[in-house]
């Protein structure tokens, strides 16, 4: 089975490079596609006291597999969407939101956590849904029409999301059920 992922620059480092070896392990077969066929390079986000909000710091470099106007989406049983700031930009790529859209009307596996959301709502097909993502997405979804939750992992259907980082585990075990049993 083969799974996509969809990131690019400033894709949040744990929540890029945890699924796509957590995949890996499992034995599926992952590739990164990101608006360019390039080297992207992630990002670090956390907290420092005092802060109201995160911080950024870069992460580590990760090669990508594919272009987003390269990939076949036919090809591929599931998607991954990390977050970080990459979805920000990702959701204004044509292709991109194409791809997305594939996954919801096959109903396929889709996987995505903290800002990956914004990528969803572009492409509008969170409306009717329930899903979690960084707590500041929250009028983000509701605008779309769907309704935010405040939980990991949050199972609709055929998708799969959690708030941040620290829900990878419970998040890729879901997606990982979803992928190996099929989506109900």
């Known amino acids: 089975m083969k799974v996509l992922i969809l990131a690019g620059d400033a894709a949040e480092a744990l929540e890029t490079f945890y699924p796509l070896q957590r995949l890996q392990e499992e034995g599926f077969t992952v590739h990164v596609a990101a608006p360019r066929k390039k080297v992207i390079q992630t990002v670090v986000h956390d907290f420092e006291p005092l802060m109201e909000t995160y911080t950024e710091k870069l992460g580590y470099r990760l090669q990508a597999d594919l272009s987003f106007t390269e990939v076949d989406p036919e090809a591929y049983q599931g998607l991954y969407i990390p977050g970080g700031r990459a979805p920000e930009w990702i959701r204004t790529e044509p292709k991109a939101l194409e791809i997305v859209r594939h996954f919801f009307q096959a109903n396929k596996p889709v996987g995505t956590l903290c800002h990956g959301p914004l990528v969803l709502t572009a492409a509008g097909v969170v409306k009717g849904r329930r899903l979690a993502a960084y707590g500041v997405l929250k009028p983000d979804i509701e605008i779309a029409g769907g309704t935010f939750v405040d939980d ?14 620290p829900d990878n585990p419970a998040v890729l075990k879901a997606f990982i059920h979803l992928l190996k049993e099929g989506v109900a």
Request: glycine letters at 14%.
């Open 152 to 165: 990991a992992p949050v199972v609709d259907g055929n998708l799969v999301t959690g708030r941040a980082w």
